[in-house]
């Protein structure tokens, strides 16, 4: 059964801090990986990866896939309070369905 | 806005009502999906919409009945829910159904079965 799993469940951490998100995952026939920030309501787009060992980056956001060991990570330097959300990964696999972890809440203490 | 609107933002039902979603995007895509987001569970896909056709529906129970007039418009029908169907229920699109392409989510709709 395709499979998507984070962690940690949950993370708080001081504002400034360096936080790493973890995402691993069983599916058949990989297609590519996905992660959103979900604050309030609607998920926004983040990353899409497809190539192993390629790091896609946006300001203090960075992520990286690992096709070998089937996992990604999501890391956020010099945090801020407005990173305080849910962060969801997602894989998309051989029928072209996305398939959605239960996500990282990461907090952001002042 | 994300340039998909869901009406309304929060419901409350009974086990006995008829209601139903309505979802809007302005984005010119071409593939509509649901999803329910439960409290410590992952999206789950229920419906997807690709040009108008249905192409995926995820076992969902009857009681939700889908309709999609058109590639801007996604309703989702709700009649004799449980109290184990309240949830986040998501609405999203892309320019058409196929991993390659980014979902783009609306705000949801909450709903509360009594």
């Known amino acids: 059964e395709d499979k998507v799993v984070q962690s940690p469940l949950s993370l708080v951490v001081h504002e400034g801090d360096t936080v790493t998100l973890n995402c691993s995952y069983e599916v058949t026939n990989f297609r590519s990986l996905l992660w959103y920030k979900q604050e309030k309501k609607a998920p926004t787009f983040l990353f899409m990866l497809?190539?192993?060992?390629i790091e896609k980056k946006s300001g203090r956001l960075s992520s990286i896939l690992d096709k070998k060991e089937l996992f990604s990570i999501l890391n956020i330097t010099a945090t801020q309070t407005g990173d305080s959300a849910v962060y969801l990964c997602?894989?998309?696999?051989?029928?072209?369905?996305?398939?959605f972890g239960t996500g990282t809440r990461l907090t952001i203490i002042p | 806005e994300t340039g998909v609107t869901q009406t309304p933002r929060h419901l409350v039902m009974g086990m006995t009502n008829k209601k139903s979603l309505k979802c809007e995007q302005h984005l010119g895509h071409n593939a509509m999906y649901w999803y329910k987001q439960s409290a410590k569970k992952p999206l789950e896909l229920m419906f997807v919409?690709?040009?108008?056709?249905?192409?995926e529906n995820n076992s969902v129970p009857s009681r939700f009945s889908p309709e999609c007039p058109n590639s801007s418009h996604l309703f989702l029908h709700l009649h004799t829910l449980q109290p184990e169907d309240s949830a986040l229920y998501l609405c999203?699109?892309?320019?058409?159904?196929?991993?390659?392409?980014?979902?783009?989510f609306g705000a949801g709709s909450r709903l509360t079965v009594l």
């Open positions: 497809t190539s192993s060992g």
């Open positions: 919409y690709n040009f108008k056709e249905q192409t």
């Open positions: 999203a699109s892309s320019p058409q159904f196929s991993g390659a392409n980014v979902l783009t």
């Open positions: 997602a894989v998309v696999f051989g029928n072209e369905k996305l398939t």
